[in-house]
């Protein structure tokens, strides 16, 4: 059998859009399972790695993976709107901290707070941002815009270390 998986957000007030959509819905046979829903790409690795988690699921509750493709271009813009959306969030909360960590390089070389216990400090941080970063980078498959900014924010971050490291040995 083939399903039809449908996935919409309204805004919360007024409440009738929602219940309207709800109802609408439940005329055509919808159900709606207390699931939690993610959407991936369909590819050998992610696959892969998946089979393992939807096993770990399944050992205690219902899991299932349904392979979707989107009804028309309107569904296909619809949701890479969203995808992207969802990206971007990510990637702007990484552009933040990395503006919070020049901000403190400076700050601390304003100070004169420059020293060997600070400078081991800011690299374990700039790690843990790098991380992070990667981790966002490597599951963009869309591409989004964001990741650019980023990716220039992090070469500043990691100059900005190297001369603050170079000042405090």
Known sequence: MKLLVVMYDVPEKPSRLKVSAWRKLKKLGAIYPKLSICVLPDTPEVREKLEEVLGELRRVSAAFALKAEPLGERDSAAALGVLRAAKEREYRE????????????????????????????????????????????????????????????????????EEFVSLAL
């Open 94 to 161: 990484i552009a933040e901290e990395c503006r919070e960590f020049l901000e403190e390089i400076e700050a601390n070389i304003r100070g004169g707070n420059v020293s060997q216990e600070e400078a081991e400090e800011l690299s374990e941080a700039f790690d843990s941002l790098k991380e992070w970063y990667e981790r966002v980078r490597g599951t963009d498959w869309l591409g989004v815009e964001a990741g650019k900014e980023v990716e220039e924010l992090m070469k500043k971050c990691e100059k900005a270390l």
